[in-house]
């Protein structure tokens, strides 16, 4: 294809979202001329099934739940006055809270005021709070923010030394909907052990985002936490960043939760649009669908040329992989679908994977997401007539066309700059998208079984442990190995599981497990110490 030919190419399937400033660009995906009519009765079809699913039919049919996370920047389009009053009222009492946070009507055990924010949670209750607090967050925020986001004790020993003597001046934010994960309950713990060793009350500390009813509200209201906040059944955990999941820490840390409203809002006006060229998030469904075939054959490789849209990649992880990776379809169909993702920022990237993006195995497609903005402040000129943000377009615009001449197709987002706006409009964005791609593929996006899975596997390793644990004190000082303590519990299947977890165990202090013999797994013996 000409310079010319693509040009013009650009020009006709150019999407152009002008209420967020925004545009589409799949003119480098190799689509034929016939694709999206032929994909027209489809796609016609997804609308539909989006437009009742807005409507508050059973989306998810699973759990037997409608799917609302539209309705939270736009609670008139709640099914019911019931659950529009709920949403307004929360989100004004998120402003009326950190109102009385940052004026100090609330404030902690031992400071004169909250200054640092800790957020306990994982998934979708932590991976869309990062991406708002970097993206936005600068150093002259109401609060600063932290995340302990994994059941990992050296992570959350280095968030508390972080933190240090700030402890006193912390406000923790407990997020999860059931109050089972056991991550979080975890982080909880941990968190309320550090606060204890400071001589401090964790409940004039700490505040919940939770189900009404649920094991962590129960336990927050008993403890007498300062406040509680809703997490509907409504909302999943990765579409949730718009609940006060999201906006509570935002407004806590001094964001502009209002504008992230507004830009997803304007969004999915702009997605519910039934003309495909001018709805962004069909075109990128259809995309996606085009590009790995229906199957999910191609990786999904995101490049912000912008640091503060680094994390956007690890959000879309999630809400693609965990919405779209499903072994069945909605008839019950093994279908294993799913889109992987991965992704870095520009432009890192072009000292990192772009020679195997350029040279290597075929495997991918590209969204490049282009910031138009450089910074808040004059332009500084590296070269006569030329900015650091001059480099970075360089970068991207040459990366595209290096891509493109091996036949590498890549999208393209461009946004006006990092705002709130722009932040609530781009999450809107991949909502919808993944939302009408799983309707062209048949599946269920708002359900996560292998999740539930993994959880399950972790309570069968752990039971193991706690009879390993009890039959090592029953032997005394008797050295035993991996083997002989499988067989000792009645179960001989479990000799590898067995033997790493007494490894672990073996590897930390205090843990009452002692090590001896070689160092394969036949060698070894275990004792309790």
């Not at 006006?416 to 939302?435: F, K, M, N, Q, W």
């Not at 390793?461 to 009645?490: N, T």
């Amino acid at each position: 294809m000409t310079e010319r030919e693509l040009w013009e190419r650009y020009q006709r399937y150019l999407c152009v979202v002008p209420s967020v400033g925004f545009t589409l660009d799949v003119s480098r995906m190799q689509f034929p001329a016939d694709f999206l009519e032929r994909m027209r009765p489809r796609a016609e079809e997804a609308f539909s099934k989006m437009e009742a699913l807005e409507k508050g039919a059973i989306a998810n049919p699973d759990e037997k739940r409608m799917v609302g996370h539209y309705w939270l920047r736009a609670p008139e389009l709640a099914p019911d006055a019931g659950l529009k009053k709920e949403i307004t009222d929360t989100v004004a009492a998120i402003h009326a809270f950190a109102k009385d946070v940052h004026g100090g009507t609330v404030k902690p055990q031992k400071a004169a005021r909250f200054t640092q924010l800790l957020l306990v949670g994982i998934g979708g209750s932590a991976l869309g709070p990062q991406l708002v607090a970097d993206a936005l967050g600068t150093a002259k925020d109401a609060m600063q923010v932290h995340f302990l986001d994994n059941t990992d004790p050296d992570g959350i020993d280095r968030v508390v030394a972080q933190l240090g003597e700030r402890l006193a001046e912390t406000l923790t934010l407990v997020i999860s909907k059931s109050g089972g994960t056991k991550e979080t309950r975890n982080g909880m713990l941990e968190t309320e052990h550090a606060y204890q060793a400071k001589g401090l009350d964790f409940s004039k500390h700490a505040v919940a985002v939770t189900g009404a009813g649920s094991e962590l509200d129960n336990h927050a209201r008993k403890q007498g936490w300062l406040r509680t906040f809703p997490m509907w059944d409504w909302v999943g955990g990765r579409t949730s960043v718009m609940s006060a999941v999201g906006l509570l820490p935002a407004k806590l840390q001094g964001l502009d939760i209002d504008g992230l409203l507004e830009g997803a809002r304007e969004m999915d006006a702009a997605t519910r649009q039934r003309d495909v060229l001018k709805n962004p998030a069909t075109l990128l469904a259809l995309m996606w669908h085009q590009a790995g075939g229906g199957r999910g054959t191609k990786d999904m490789v995101i490049l912000p040329y912008k640091d503060r849209l680094l994390l956007m990649s690890r959000y879309l992880q999630q809400l693609v992989m965990e919405s779209l990776g499903k072994e069945l379809d909605l008839d019950g169909k093994v279908v294993n679908q799913g889109i992987a993702v991965y992704g870095n920022k520009g432009s890192t990237d072009q000292h990192a994977y772009v020679q195997q993006l350029r040279e290597g195995v075929l495997n991918f497609f590209v969204t490049f997401i282009e910031v138009l903005k450089d910074r808040q402040d004059a332009p500084f000129e590296v070269e006569p007539g030329v900015t650091s943000g001059d480099y970075l377009t360089g970068f991207l615009l040459g990366t595209r066309r290096a891509l493109y001449e091996k036949g590498r197709e890549s999208l393209t987002l461009t946004v006006p700059d990092v705002s709130a706006r722009t932040v609530g409009a781009l999450i809107a964005l991949y909502e919808r998208a993944v939302g009408l791609y799983a309707s062209l593929v048949h599946i269920n996006a708002y359900h996560q079984p292998g999740v539930e899975a993994g959880k399950k596997a972790a309570g069968v390793v752990l039971e193991l442990q706690r009879k390993v644990m009890a039959r090592l004190k029953e032997a005394r000082s008797e050295a035993r190995s991996a083997e002989q303590l499988a067989a000792d519990i009645g179960a001989p299947d479990e000799a590898e599981t067995v033997f790493k977890v007494l490894e672990h165990l073996a590897a930390n202090p205090g843990r009452g497990v002692q090590r001896t013999g070689g160092p394969g797994p036949a060698e070894a013996r275990f004792r309790a110490q």
